[in-house]
């Protein structure tokens, strides 16, 4: 068996990888790999002999830290530094630096994201979750909504012989048996196993069908703005279910911000996460849409649990929202995730793309 060349080893690391060298004294990028190219969202050629600093920032004496791995030719660990590139909100990694044998003009940085990997490894327990609650929600949907059309229905009939204070207690029966029956809906809704009809899919019709449906109806108080990347290729997905997804962020940001707000939509292709699917097969995450809203934030007490079942952060809210978008993404092999802080809450959707047709294929 031939061994692997050094080139394959780099270009294979799973983890964001740069050789950081020094030119005229400036902590500058000599190389990266394909994984760093995909986490700065940055091509090799744009980023090489261009300072550290310029490219990245570190919060950490992330300097201090590459000088004394040359003085002492031994790794350093640096835990849960929070790294910034561009306007994307900080990922805290653990960052790993190491001589190249006995060089010491350069340094191997190892970025490991620590907020991706935590999230991931959270994945089956949301599924497992979502799962638990199908039992639960079928079940309570089809034994309490019987009873509740008679009791609407004897209350409607009350209703006619009496006026005043009295019809006033009827129609209050009527309303809120009616509400619990919306309530229902959307837990039939959750509980609906049907599997995705995944086909190619253009990411952006899909999104503007949501804003135009957000637009006209609960989001005719906020301002929606779009930074669509119109290179992507076609996800592989079900396009209605998909619609459900984004229709239920839309209304979750609008929700948060009654008087009026910003919510904007972002597509882009970044290729560094990979996730475990269904299959046991690992599925790369390429296409990514974000709905980012400049709203309060999601409350701390909830931030690690929105996903799942009737957890909310709202008076009145049912908690399914969220959890049916999470249960429809793992239906996927895909991956959402929530970074919220007051004045902007980014919620992430991570899409396979759809296979390339071969010649062969398309020629039938």
């Known amino acids: 068996m031939t061994p692997p060349t050094t080139g394959t080893i780099w270009a294979a690391l799973p983890v964001p990888a740069l050789m950081i060298g020094q030119k005229n004294g400036v902590e500058c990028i000599a190389d990266c790999n394909p994984a760093a190219e995909g986490f700065l969202s940055l091509s090799r050629r744009s980023v090489l002999e261009r300072p550290l600093a310029q490219i990245v920032q570190i919060d950490a004496p992330i ?34 630096l190491a001589l190249l044998g006995d060089r010491r003009d350069l340094v191997l940085m190892l970025m490991t994201p620590r907020e991706i990997a935590g999230k991931l490894g959270k ?10 609650a199908i039992g639960m929600s079928q079940m309570l949907a089809h034994e309490i909504k019987n009873p509740l059309a008679g009791i609407t229905g004897a209350a409607q009939l009350l209703s006619m012989g009496l006026s005043g204070e009295d019809r006033a207690l009827t129609d209050l029966i009527v309303a ?54 119109p290179s992507l290729p076609p996800v592989w997905a079900d396009a209605d279910q998909l619609l459900q997804v984004f229709l239920n962020l839309l209304k979750n940001a609008a929700q948060a911000q ?6 904007r939509i972002k597509t882009f292709f970044e290729q560094s996460l990979r996730l475990r699917g269904s299959g046991g097969q690992e599925v790369a995450l390429p296409i ?28 009145n809210g049912t908690g399914l929202g969220l959890a049916l978008v999470s249960k429809i993404i793992a239906a996927h092999d895909g991956w959402v995730s ?21 010649d062969s294929k398309e020629s039938r």
């Open 63 to 96: 300097e201090t830290a590459l000088q004394r791995c040359r003085e002492n030719r031994a790794p350093v660990f640096i835990n849960d530094a929070p790294v910034v590139q561009g306007e994307r909100p900080s990922v805290h990694c653990a960052i790993q």
């Open 123 to 132: 994945a089956d327990g949301i599924r497992h979750a979502a799962r638990s």
């Open 176 to 229: 809120e048996t009616q509400r619990i029956v919306k309530l229902l809906d959307q837990v039939e809704q959750f509980g609906n196993q049907r599997p995705p009809e995944c086909r190619a899919v253009n990411i952006h019709d899909v999104l503007e069908r949501a804003r135009r449906s957000a637009e006209v109806g609960f989001a005719a108080h906020m301002q929606i703005r779009d930074a669509y990347d």
């Open 258 to 263: 009654l008087m009026g707000g910003r919510i």
């Open 288 to 315: 990514h849409v974000e709905i980012i809203d400049d709203g309060p934030g999601l409350p701390s007490e909830i931030a690690d649990e929105v996903f799942d079942p009737f957890v909310s952060g709202r008076e």
């Open 338 to 358: 929530v970074d919220s802080k007051p004045g902007r809450t980014v919620f992430r959707i991570s899409l396979p793309r759809a296979p390339k047709i071969t």
